[in-house]
C-alpha cells in the first residue's frame, strides 16, 4: 500500500504537474526547430506564380482594342543610374492579333500582333524594334503560330531621377518616357501611328516595387501632330527590404554602444582597483580582462562592415543618408574604443612590470633583515657560551639553577626568532637582550 502512496503524494506536492526531463526539452526543442523550418519553406509555394498580367489585360482589351506594350521585367541599375525596361509587344482585339495565334500573359483577348510596326523610345530618330508579323513561324503540322522572344520583347534604356538616392533604403526614383508606334516604310516624322492604349508595367522585383501610370499625350514635329504614350513609373523599396536595413542599422548602433560600454567598464574597473590597493602593498593586476575586452572590441570593428554590406541592395560607401548617421559614426565610435581600450592594456602591463619589481625589492630588504638577525642571535649564543666555558676553566661549576635559566633563554631567542621570520620580519635585538638581561637577574 506505501509503494502505491508514495508517487502519488509526490505529484500531489507537485500541484499535480510531471516534471519533464533534459531530453525531453531537447527532443521538444527539435520537433520545434523543425517545424519552424518546414513552416519557413512553404513561402516558395508562391499561390501567385500564375499569370500576372491576364486579368489587367482582359480589361483593357474589353474596353478598346489596339497594341499593348507589356513591361515584363524592370532592371534598376543605382550606381549608372539606369533603368532597363523589357517590353512584350501584344496585338489586343479585332484586326490587331494575328490569326492562329495562341493567346498571351493569360488574356483571353490578346496575342501575337498582326500589324507590322516600328517602335521609337523618347522620340528618338531610329527606331529601338521593328517587328514583322510575317517573320513569325508557323507550325507546319497544326498551323499554329509560334511566340519567339526575340521578335516580340525589346530592352529600351531609361535615366533615373535620383533626388533622393541618398535616403536609402527609403530611396525613391521616378522614369519618364514616351513611346511611338509608326506604321514601317514613312518618314518617322510624318508617319500615321499605332494607337497604343495602355502599357501596364510588372508591380514588383526582387529590390523594388513599381507603379506605373500611361497616359496619351500629343508631341507637334514640323508642323505635324503625333500621338504618342507618355509613360511614369515610380520605384521604391520593398516593405521586408525597408524592415531588413533598418533592423542591422540598430544592429550595429548596439554593438558600437557595446564597445563604448567595455571602455566605460574598463576605467571604473581601474579606477576601483587603485582605490582598493592604495593603502595596501603593490600587487599585480589583472590584465587579461583588458585583454578581453580588446578581443572583443576588435569583433565589433570586424562585424560592423559585414552587417553593412548585408543590407539588401545596399550602395557604396557614397555618404547616403544611412551612412552619415550610421556607419561613419559607428566605425569611428569602435575605433576610437578599441584604441583607449589598447592604451588601458599597456598601462597595466606597465604597472604590473613596476608591481614586480617592488614586490621583488621588498623580498630582497626582509631577506637582509633577517640574516642581520640570525648573526645577532648567533653571536649572543656563542657570548654564552663563552661565558659558560670562562666559569668551568676558572673551576666554578655552574648549578642546576644557572643551567635552567641558560636554556630557557635559548628557547625564548629560538621561539622569538621564529616569532619574528613568521610575523614581522623586523629586528628584535633590543627584545632579546631584555630577555638575557631578565635570565641573569634570575640567576
Known amino acids: ?23 525531453c526539452i531537447v527532443i521538444l526543442a527539435i520537433l520545434f526547430s523543425l517545424l519552424f523550418i518546414v513552416s519557413t519553406s512553404l513561402a516558395f509555394v508562391n499561390p501567385k506564380t500564375g499569370p500576372q498580367f491576364g486579368l489587367i489585360l482582359d480589361q483593357i482589351a474589353s474596353k478598346t482594342s489596339g497594341i499593348i506594350l507589356l513591361g515584363e521585367n524592370v532592371d534598376v541599375d543605382v550606381d549608372e543610374p539606369q533603368a532597363t525596361v523589357r517590353w512584350s509587344i501584344l496585338g489586343c482585339g479585332p484586326g490587331f492579333s494575328l490569326p492562329n495565334s495562341p493567346k498571351l500573359h493569360g488574356s483571353s483577348h490578346c496575342s501575337i500582333p498582326a500589324t507590322p510596326m516600328d517602335i521609337f523610345v523618347d522620340n528618338f530618330d531610329m527606331p529601338a524594334f521593328s517587328y514583322r508579323p510575317d517573320n513569325v513561324p508557323t507550325n507546319v503540322r497544326t498551323g499554329q503560330r509560334l511566340v519567339l522572344q526575340a521578335q516580340m520583347q525589346f530592352d529600351s534604356d531609361h535615366v533615373l531621377d535620383v533626388h533622393n538616392q541618398y535616403l536609402y533604403p527609403f530611396d525613391t526614383y521616378l ?12 518618314n518617322s516624322s510624318t ?33 505635324t501632330v503625333i500621338n504618342e504614350r507618355l509613360l511614369e513609373i515610380r520605384i521604391e523599396r520593398p516593405g521586408d527590404s525597408r524592415t531588413y536595413a533598418v533592423f542591422l542599422f540598430g544592429i ?11 571602455v566605460v567598464l574598463s576605467v571604473m574597473q581601474g579606477r576601483k582597483r587603485a582605490s582598493l590597493l592604495r593603502n595596501t602593498p603593490v600587487r599585480p593586476q589583472k590584465s587579461k580582462d583588458a585583454l578581453k575586452q580588446l578581443a572583443g572590441a576588435l569583433a565589433v570593428l570586424l562585424v560592423i562592415p559585414q552587417l553593412r554590406d548585408a543590407m539588401p541592395d545596399a550602395p557604396g560607401f557614397d555618404g547616403v543618408l544611412i551612412d552619415s548617421i550610421g556607419f561613419f559614426p559607428q566605425m569611428t565610435l569602435a575605433g576610437l574604443s578599441a584604441i583607449v581600450l589598447m592604451l588601458i592594456l599597456a598601462k597595466r ?13 621588498r623580498g630582497t630588504e626582509e631577506q637582509t633583515s633577517g640574516d642581520k638577525e640570525q648573526e645577532e642571535t648567533k653571536r649572543s649564543s656563542d657570548k654564552i657560551r663563552s661565558n659558560s666555558m ?32 613568521a610575523s614581522f620580519g623586523g629586528n628584535m635585538s633590543s627584545n632579546t637582550r631584555w630577555k638575557r638581561q631578565l635570565g641573569r637577574k634570575v640567576v
Request: cysteine-free.
Open 1 to 23: 500500500m506505501s509503494e502505491t502512496q508514495g508517487p502519488v503524494s509526490v505529484r500531489q506536492r507537485r500541484h499535480g504537474t510531471v516534471p519533464v526531463g533534459s531530453g
Open 175 to 186: 522614369v519618364t518616357s514616351t513611346l511611338r508606334i509608326t506604321i514601317p516604310g514613312l
Open 191 to 223: 508617319a500615321q501611328s499605332i494607337p497604343i492604349i495602355a502599357m501596364p508595367v510588372i508591380k514588383f522585383s526582387s529590390s523594388f516595387t513599381f507603379a506605373s501610370a500611361d497616359t496619351d499625350v500629343q508631341v507637334v514635329s514640323n508642323g
Open 252 to 262: 550595429n548602433w548596439v554593438l558600437s554602444h557595446f564597445n563604448f560600454a567595455i
Open 349 to 361: 602591463e606597465l604597472d604590473n612590470s613596476e608591481a614586480q619589481e617592488a614586490a621583488l625589492l
Open 390 to 421: 670562562h666559569y668551568m676553566m676558572h673551576g666554578r661549576r655552574m648549578s642546576t639553577r644557572e643551567v635552567a635559566v641558560d636554556r630557557l633563554i635559548g628557547a625564548i631567542e629560538s621561539g622569538s626568532q621564529a616569532f619574528r621570520n
